[in-house]
């Protein structure tokens, strides 16, 4: 058989890992053959292929990114899209397609295999943790890494000059990142998208904080926003499969404390650092793991399934379970932040 790799959607560290572990596995065990299909679907739209065999793989278990490419295009928004995908798979003699990514390339997926008959397994990927059907995505822990040092970092500069410090995070519409990262950072505030932040509760927090003699850390979610008619957000251009480019919620909400506290309020944003580099260790097991059970899946002729993490096992679920409805953080978890806010 020969296989079909893609990466679509923000790319995260791990990817490399996954492709690694499904060539590696797939050649070895299997006697599979693999093509890699460049920047996710517009790999297999436009046959802009990569050859992908063992020696393509060595030594990109570490490296951040995806040596296929990765975008955001959406071939059901194509004309004739989903009959070029065949054609070109047909044409690369390409037998089943294992596709890495998120909510839309995995949406994207479901639709190929469900729908149009094409053989397709589906390996979870994104740093906002938000995928249905599994305890984890890689890429996400090491999203979380880099948003804690940040926080750990910002703390002694904010002691040092008296200062609130606004951290915006990524996460889209889940405070997945800003959670775990603001309670491993200890943060004094944590705003996320699941829950509307009211400012007059959030400035309370932070005068608190400064009346006992210490310096605010707000992390806030890309996505989090202000109860109705508080402040002013502005809604980003959109996507090719309709979501809003988001950011900014950070210097409107330093802007509002200062304002309102008359203290002074700067915002870092931490954006695609998060996303690039190395993966950490748990990324990299993770997405190996992934990889293995993926090429398994091909071997068993297991379509329409994605790998995913219960537990400490790697199950397959249906696809179109993992994209039904986006994970996010459920107010239990929020509720224990809480203790540590202001
Ligand atoms: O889904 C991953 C993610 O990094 C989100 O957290 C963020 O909102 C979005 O992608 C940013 O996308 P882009 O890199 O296309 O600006």
Redesign the pocket.
Known sequence: MRIGVLTG????PGLNAVIRAAVRKGVQFYGLEFVGFRDGWKGPLDRMTKPLDVEAVRGILPRGGTILGSS?TNPLKVEGGVERIKENLAAEEVDALIAIG??DTLGVATVLGDQHGVHVVGVPK???N?LNATDYTF?FDT?VHVATEAIDRLHTTAESHSRALIVE????HAGW?ALHSGMAGGANVILIPEVTFDIDEVCGWIESRFARGYAPIVVVA??AHPKDGQMQIQTGEL?AFG?A???GIGERLAAEIEHRTKKEARTTVL??T??GGTPSPFDRWLATRFGLHAVDAVHDGDWGKMVALRGTDIIRVPLADATKTLKTVPMSLYEEAKVFFG
Do not use: F, K, P, Y
């Not at 959607?9 to 995260?12: A, K, L, S, V, Y």
């Open positions: 959607g923000g790319d995260c955001r998120g909510e994104t740093i906002d938000d890429g999203a995070v990524m996460g889209r990142i890309e996505g996507d979501h480019r988001l950011g954006g695609h998060q996303r």
